[in-house]
T-cell receptor, first 115, second 113 residues
Framework: DQQVKQNSPSLSVQEGRISILNCDYTNSMFDYFLWYKKYPAEGPTFLISISSIKDKNEDGRFTVFLNKSAKHLSLHIVPSQPGDSAVYFC??????????????FGQGTILTVHP | DGGITQSPKYLFRKEGQNVTLSCEQN?????MYWYRQDPGQGLRLIYYSQIVNDFQKGDIAEGYSVSREKKESFPLTVTSAQKNPTAFYLCASSIDRVSYEQYFGPGTRLTVT
C-alpha cells in the first residue's frame, strides 16, 4: 500500500524553465511534508518542507505547494539549472503518538535539466 | 566536520552469511534510522531508534537486526533470513524524535550472490 506516490518516474526540462514535481498521498493523518534531493550513489539531502497549516513555502528557487483537500503537493523549481538534475523524493509524516519522526517516502522522480 | 559515515561503500557477501553495516554520526543526534532503497522504489524504513538502548521495527524489519549501545552508532545486521538482501542501504539521523528533517549518510550498496 503506497501511501505516498510520485506518479512521474522522470521529468525533462530545459535550463531556465520551470520544473514541477508532483506528489500525492492517501493517509489523511499526514501533516508534515518534505522534499529530498538525491544524486547517484549518495544519500538524500533535505531540500524544503511544509506543514499542513500552510499551503505554500518558499526557499530561493524552490517552492512547495500543498493542497490538503486534494492530498497533493508539488515542488516548483524556478529557474531550473543543470545542477538540479537528480532524483527528487517526496516524504510525509504524521505528527503525534509513536509516529513522530517517521517518514514515508514516495518512489522518486528523476529530473533532468538540459543546458 | 559533522556528518554521518557509512562503511563500506560497497559490500559483497555470499548467500547464507550475516553481514553488518556500519553507521556512525557525530552530529549529537538522538534519533537514527535505517532505510533500504530498491530500483524504482522509494526509501523504506527498516528500523529506527529514538534514544540509546531503544529501537523499533519499521515497515520492513524482517530479516534485519540492530543495536543502539552508543548514541553515535547504529549498526544494521542483514541476516541470512532476509530473502532479498541485495539493495542500497541508507542510514539517517535527526536531532530528536520530534524532528522531521533527517540527515543521510552516503549509503552502502550490498550485493549478495
Amino acid at each position: 500500500d503506497q501511501q505516498v506516490k510520485q506518479n512521474s518516474p522522470s521529468l525533462s526540462v530545459q535550463e531556465g524553465r520551470i520544473s514541477i514535481l508532483n506528489c500525492d498521498y492517501t493517509n489523511s493523518m499526514f501533516d508534515y511534508f518534505l522534499w529530498y534531493k538525491k544524486y547517484p550513489a549518495e544519500g538524500p539531502t533535505f531540500l524544503i518542507s511544509i506543514s499542513s497549516i500552510k499551503d505554500k513555502n518558499e526557499d530561493g528557487r524552490f517552492t512547495v505547494f500543498l493542497n490538503k483537500s486534494a492530498k497533493h503537493l508539488s515542488l516548483h523549481i524556478v529557474p531550473s539549472q543543470p545542477g538540479d538534475s537528480a532524483v527528487y523524493f517526496c516524504a510525509a509524516s504524521a505528527t503525534g503518538g509513536t509516529s513522530y519522526g517517521k517518514l514515508t517516502f514516495g518512489q522518486g522522480t528523476i529530473l533532468t535539466v538540459h543546458p | 566536520d559533522g556528518g554521518i559515515t557509512q562503511s563500506p561503500k560497497y559490500l559483497f557477501r555470499k548467500e547464507g552469511q550475516n553481514v553488518t553495516l556500519s553507521c556512525e554520526q557525530n552530529l549529537n543526534h538522538d534519533a537514527m534510522y535505517w532505510y533500504r532503497q530498491d530500483p524504482g522504489q522509494g526509501l523504506r524504513l527498516i528500523y529506527y531508534s529514538q534514544i540509546v538502548n531503544d529501537f523499533q521495527k519499521g515497515d520492513i524489519a524482517e530479516g534485519y537486526s540492530v543495536s543502539r549501545e552508543k548514541k553515535e552508532s547504529f549498526p544494521l545486521t542483514v541476516t541470512s533470513a532476509q530473502k532479498n538482501p541485495t539493495a542500497f542501504y541508507l542510514c539517517a539521523s535527526s536531532i530528536d524524535r520530534v524532528s522531521y528533517e533527517q540527515y543521510f549518510g552516503p549509503g552502502t550498496r550490498l550485493t549478495v550472490t
